[in-house]
C-alpha cells in the first residue's frame, strides 16, 4: 500500500544523512526531565487546550499572527496553518532559540531546512490555531491542464533545469506479453543504483535519483500486468529498462495515462515523501543492545538505494506519526549479492534505546507485522571519492551503519582509492559492532584497516582509549605526499561537532569532508 502524502516535508538533517559540512544540521539541547518526545505526546492527549482559544479554530490575519511573536505567546505558520508553539518550547530538540526564529511569522522555509521528515501536522495538531486568511489579490489559484492525448507525453515543466540537454528521457516498447519503459539518464549511474519503482494496481511510479534531482515518471498503465517487475541498469550508459508483464496478451496502443508529476525533473528535496507498506521478515542480535531489521518491500516495488542514502521509517505510536531515518546496510561486510539490484529486502542495523520512543516500538514487533518505509533520501554524492586516494571514516555507535557500504563500495568499486581506514569509537569492547567481520577484513584486505577507541575500556583492553581528539587524528588521519583525502563522519551530534571541528583545525577544508547530521 502505497502513502503519498498532501504536502511536502523536506528532509535535511539526521544522524543517518550525509551533508556537507559548511551546511547547517540541526542542533540539538539538552530537555529537561520530563520532556522527551514520549512526554509531549502524552501531554498533547491531555485534554488540556493548547492553542489558548478553547477549542475553537479561526482564521489568522498576517497582523494577528505577527502580535504572537514573544516566548510566552507564539505562534508560527506552515504551509498556511497557524499553530500556538508556546507549549510545545520546553519539549523541542532543538530549544526555545529555533522555534523563536519563526515567531509570529510564516516558519515553512525554516522548517523545510531542518526537519523535512517530521510530520508536524501530527506533531502539533492540537496546537492548530487556524489556518492563514487568503490576501484576496494574492489567493493562489489551481490551474489544471487537459490530459495530454497519448501515453508519451513531453515534460510538463522545465523549471530548475541547468541544462535542457542533460534532461533524461524516457521511451517504451512491448511484445505480445511483456512491456518495456526505458530511461536515458544521459550519464553513469553508480553499482549500488539510483532506482525506485513502484507497481500496484495499474499505477507505475518509478523515480531515478541523479544527483540532487529527482526524474519522475508515473503513469496508469494502458491494462493491467502481474505485480511484480523486474529492472536492467546499463551502469555505463545510464540506461534503465523496466519490464513488466502482462496479464492478458496483446499489443497496446499506449503506454497509459500520465498522472500527477509524470515526466518531471526537479529538486529531489522539492518532491514529497512517499512510503509503501513493508513487513517485518527477520531480526538479528547484533549485540546486546543492536539488531538487523530485514523489512520485506512490497510485491510490486523495487527500491535500489545508493550508497550514502538514507530512508524514513514511520510508525503511529499513542496516535501519533513518528518518523526516524535509518541506513540501510548490506547483510554483511562482504557487499551485495550480484542480484541485490533485484532485492525486495532492506537491512537495518538499529540500537535499540530503551526510554527512546521510535526504537521500544521497532523492538516489540513481531514477524509479519508491518511499517512503512519512504523512499531514499540524502545529499551525499559519490563525486568526490572518484579522485580519492586515501578514505577516512569516523564512526561513534551506530553511526557506523552509514560507512558498512561506504567500505565495500571503496574496495571494490574504486581502484583509486588505496586505503580506506576506519576510526571507530565506542565506549567498552561489547559496544563495537560487527567487530570479527572488521577484524577479518583488516586481515584479509591491505586496502582496509580498522582502528578501535574505547572510553570505557575493560582492564583487559590493550587497544586505544579515549575519546575523538586532536592527539589521535592527528597521528592517524595521516596524509601521504601527493594523495587527495577525504573523511566521513557519523554519530551522535555533540561527536560530529566536535569532530567537525578538530578536522578544520587539522586542515582539512569542506570540500574534504562529509559528515552525517545528528
Not at 146 to 173: C, M, N
Not at 271 to 292: G, I, P, Q, S, W
Not at 494 to 518: D, I, M, P, R, S
Given at each position: 500500500?502505497?502513502?503519498?502524502p498532501?504536502?511536502?516535508?523536506?528532509?535535511?538533517?539526521?544522524?543517518?544523512?550525509?551533508?556537507?559540512?559548511?551546511?547547517?544540521g540541526?542542533?540539538?539541547?539538552?530537555?529537561?526531565?520530563?520532556?522527551?518526545?514520549?512526554?509531549?505526546?502524552?501531554?498533547?492527549?491531555?485534554?488540556?487546550?493548547?492553542?489558548?482559544?478553547?477549542?475553537?479554530?479561526?482564521?489568522?490575519?498576517?497582523?494577528?499572527?505577527?502580535?504572537?511573536?514573544?516566548?510566552?505567546d507564539?505562534?508560527?505558520?506552515?504551509?498556511?496553518?497557524?499553530?500556538?508553539?508556546?507549549?510545545?518550547?520546553?519539549?523541542?530538540?532543538?530549544?526555545?532559540?529555533?522555534?523563536?526564529?519563526?515567531?509570529g511569522?510564516?516558519?515553512t522555509?525554516?522548517?523545510?531546512?531542518?526537519h523535512?521528515?517530521?510530520?508536524?501536522?501530527?506533531?502539533?495538531?492540537?496546537?492548530l490555531?487556524?489556518?492563514?486568511?487568503?490576501?484576496?489579490?494574492?489567493?493562489l489559484?489551481?490551474?489544471?491542464?487537459?490530459?495530454?492525448?497519448?501515453?508519451?507525453?513531453?515534460?510538463?515543466?522545465?523549471?530548475?533545469?541547468?541544462?535542457?540537454?542533460?534532461?533524461?528521457?524516457?521511451?517504451?516498447?512491448?511484445?505480445?506479453v511483456?512491456?518495456?519503459?526505458?530511461?536515458?539518464?544521459?550519464?553513469?549511474?553508480?553499482?549500488?543504483?539510483?532506482?525506485?519503482?513502484d507497481?500496484?494496481?495499474?499505477?507505475?511510479q518509478?523515480?531515478?535519483?541523479?544527483?540532487?534531482?529527482?526524474f519522475?515518471?508515473?503513469?496508469?498503465?494502458?491494462?493491467?500486468?502481474?505485480?511484480?517487475?523486474?529492472?536492467?541498469?546499463?551502469?555505463?550508459?545510464?540506461?534503465?529498462?523496466?519490464?513488466?508483464?502482462?496479464?492478458?496478451?496483446?499489443?497496446?496502443?499506449?503506454?497509459?495515462?500520465?498522472?500527477?508529476?509524470?515526466?518531471?525533473?526537479?529538486?529531489k528535496?522539492d518532491?514529497?515523501?512517499?512510503?509503501?507498506?513493508?513487513?517485518?521478515?527477520?531480526?538479528?542480535?547484533?549485540?546486546?543492545?543492536?539488531?538487523?531489521f530485514?523489512?520485506?518491500?512490497?510485491?510490486?516495488?523495487?527500491?535500489?538505494?545508493?550508497?550514502?542514502?538514507?530512508?524514513?521509517?514511520?510508525?503511529?505510536?499513542?496516535?501519533?506519526?513518528?518518523?526516524?531515518?535509518?541506513?540501510?546496510?548490506?547483510?554483511?561486510?562482504?557487499g551485495?549479492?550480484?542480484?541485490?539490484?533485484?532485492?525486495?529486502?532492506?537491512n537495518?542495523?538499529?540500537?535499540?534505546?530503551?526510554?527512546?520512543?521510535?526504537?521500544?516500538?521497532?523492538?516489540?514487533?513481531?514477524?509479519?507485522?508491518?511499517?512503512?518505509v519512504?523512499?531514499?533520501?540524502?545529499?551525499?554524492?559519490?563525486?568526490?571519492?572518484r579522485?580519492?586516494t586515501?578514505?577516512?571514516?569516523l564512526?561513534?555507535?551506530?553511526?557506523?551503519?552509514?560507512?558498512?557500504?561506504?567500505?565495500?563500495?571503496?574496495?571494490?568499486?574504486?581502484?583509486?582509492?588505496?586505503?580506506?581506514?576506519?576510526?571507530?569509537?565506542?565506549?567498552?569492547?561489547?559496544?563495537i559492532?560487527?567487530?570479527?567481520?572488521?577484524?577479518?577484513?583488516?586481515?584479509?584486505?591491505?586496502?582496509?584497516?580498522?582502528?578501535?577507541?574505547?572510553?570505557?575500556?575493560?582492564?583487559?583492553?590493550?587497544g586505544?582509549?579515549?575519546?575523538v581528539?586532536?592527539?589521535?587524528?592527528?597521528?592517524?588521519?595521516?596524509?601521504?605526499?601527493?594523495?587527495?583525502?577525504?573523511?566521513?563522519?557519523?554519530?551522535?551530534t555533540?561527536?560530529?561537532?566536535?569532530?567537525?571541528?578538530?578536522?578544520?583545525?587539522?586542515?582539512?577544508?569542506?570540500?574534504?569532508?562529509?559528515?552525517?547530521?545528528?
Open positions: 500500500m502505497l502513502n503519498i498532501t504536502q511536502s516535508f523536506p528532509a535535511s538533517s539526521s544522524q543517518q544523512r550525509i551533508a556537507q559540512s559548511g551546511q547547517s540541526r542542533n540539538k539541547v539538552a530537555l529537561k526531565p520530563g520532556h522527551s518526545l514520549m512526554d509531549w505526546i502524552r501531554f498533547s492527549k491531555s485534554g488540556k487546550d493548547l492553542t489558548g482559544l478553547r477549542g475553537c479554530r479561526i482564521e489568522v490575519t498576517e497582523e494577528e499572527l505577527q502580535k504572537h511573536n514573544i516566548r510566552d507564539c505562534w508560527t505558520c506552515i504551509r498556511g496553518m497557524v499553530y500556538n508553539v508556546t507549549p510545545y518550547m520546553d519539549y523541542h530538540p532543538g530549544g526555545e532559540e529555533e522555534l523563536m526564529k519563526a515567531a511569522k510564516d516558519g522555509d525554516l522548517f523545510d531546512q531542518v523535512r521528515w517530521v510530520n508536524y501536522e501530527s506533531m502539533l495538531k492540537e496546537c490555531v487556524g489556518r492563514m486568511a487568503a490576501k484576496g489579490s494574492t489567493a489559484k489551481a490551474i489544471i491542464p487537459p490530459p495530454p492525448p497519448t501515453g508519451l507525453v513531453p515534460s510538463t515543466s522545465e523549471a530548475l533545469l541547468p541544462d535542457k540537454d542533460s534532461r533524461p528521457r524516457y521511451d517504451w516498447f512491448q511484445t505480445d511483456t512491456v518495456h519503459l526505458v530511461i536515458y539518464t544521459k550519464r553513469k549511474i553508480p553499482s549500488s543504483g539510483c532506482t525506485t519503482v507497481l500496484e494496481a495499474r499505477v507505475l518509478v523515480e531515478v535519483l541523479l544527483g540532487k534531482m529527482s519522475l515518471i508515473h503513469l496508469c498503465l494502458a491494462d493491467e500486468v502481474e505485480a511484480s517487475v523486474a529492472v536492467h541498469t546499463a551502469n555505463s550508459v545510464g540506461k534503465i529498462q523496466v519490464t513488466m508483464r502482462k496479464q492478458t496478451k496483446g499489443k497496446w496502443k499506449s503506454l497509459g495515462q500520465p498522472l500527477e508529476f509524470h515526466n518531471t525533473f526537479q529538486r528535496k518532491r514529497a515523501l512517499l512510503y509503501r507498506d513493508c513487513v517485518l521478515v527477520a531480526k538479528t542480535e547484533v549485540n546486546h543492545n543492536t539488531f538487523v530485514r523489512l520485506q518491500l512490497p510485491c510490486g516495488t523495487v527500491m535500489n538505494v545508493p550508497v550514502g542514502k538514507h530512508v524514513y521509517l514511520k510508525a503511529l505510536i499513542q496516535d501519533t506519526e513518528v518518523v526516524r531515518p535509518y541506513t540501510p546496510v548490506d547483510q554483511n561486510l562482504r551485495p549479492a550480484q542480484h541485490s539490484l533485484q532485492e525486495s529486502d532492506l537495518f542495523m538499529i540500537k535499540v534505546y530503551p526510554d527512546g520512543v521510535f526504537t521500544p516500538h521497532l523492538n516489540t514487533l513481531h514477524i509479519g507485522d508491518h511499517i512503512a519512504s523512499g531514499p533520501e540524502g545529499t551525499f554524492s559519490l563525486r568526490p571519492l579522485n580519492t586515501d578514505l577516512y571514516l564512526a561513534a555507535g551506530t553511526g557506523f551503519t552509514p560507512m558498512v557500504r561506504l567500505i565495500h563500495l571503496a574496495l571494490q568499486d574504486m581502484d583509486g582509492i588505496r586505503k580506506t581506514k576506519l576510526l571507530f569509537f565506542n565506549r567498552r569492547e561489547e559496544d559492532l560487527w567487530r570479527s567481520e572488521l577484524d577479518e577484513l583488516d586481515a584479509n584486505n591491505e586496502r582496509f584497516q580498522v582502528e578501535y577507541i574505547l572510553s570505557e575500556p575493560s582492564e583487559n583492553w590493550t586505544r582509549k579515549g575519546w581528539n586532536e592527539s589521535v587524528l592527528n597521528e592517524l588521519l595521516i596524509r601521504p605526499e601527493g594523495s587527495k583525502c577525504y573523511v566521513c563522519a557519523c554519530g551522535p555533540a561527536f560530529t561537532e566536535l569532530t567537525t571541528g578538530l578536522l578544520k583545525q587539522l586542515n582539512f577544508n569542506e570540500e574534504e569532508l562529509h559528515t552525517f547530521q545528528g
